[in-house]
């Protein structure tokens, strides 16, 4: 079992950065793939990012690429979103996930455990 906890939302102005955290407690955190997925309103969650288990594969929305980097440190228990060149349609509910699979990081169902997400706002 793993519990996430989002945290690092905020209100930032377009063009401005936020970092998010999302820290896992257990011990299998290094076993699983994360992602962070991001609901505006009225809208379906949707992928952002996601990262593997050791680091070494990270894969982005085209919406994003270029200015979110996701990163995460293991022997923290931590995934991060770094999102720079923020922009009104990043607003959204952003959530992160942990995954047992070891591929398909973008499919939401591939993911087994989720965070209780964090508000990210997004002015002109």
């Known amino acids: 079992q793993v519990q996430l906890g989002e945290s690092g939302g905020g209100l930032v102005q377009a063009g401005g950065s936020l970092r998010l955290s999302c820290a896992a407690s257990?011990?299998?955190?290094?076993?699983?793939?994360m992602g962070w997925f991001r609901q505006a309103p009225g809208k379906e969650r949707e992928f952002v990012a996601a990262i593997n288990w050791n680091g070494r594969t990270t894969i982005y929305t085209d919406s994003v690429k270029g200015r979110f980097t996701i990163s995460r440190d293991n022997a923290k228990n931590t995934v991060y979103l770094q999102m720079n060149s923020l922009k009104t349609e990043d607003t959204a509910v952003y959530y992160c996930a942990a995954s047992n699979y070891y591929s398909d990081y973008d499919v939401m169902s591939r993911y087994d455990y989720w965070g209780q997400g964090t508000q990210v706002t997004v002015s002109a």
């Open positions: 257990g011990r299998t955190f290094s076993r699983h793939a």
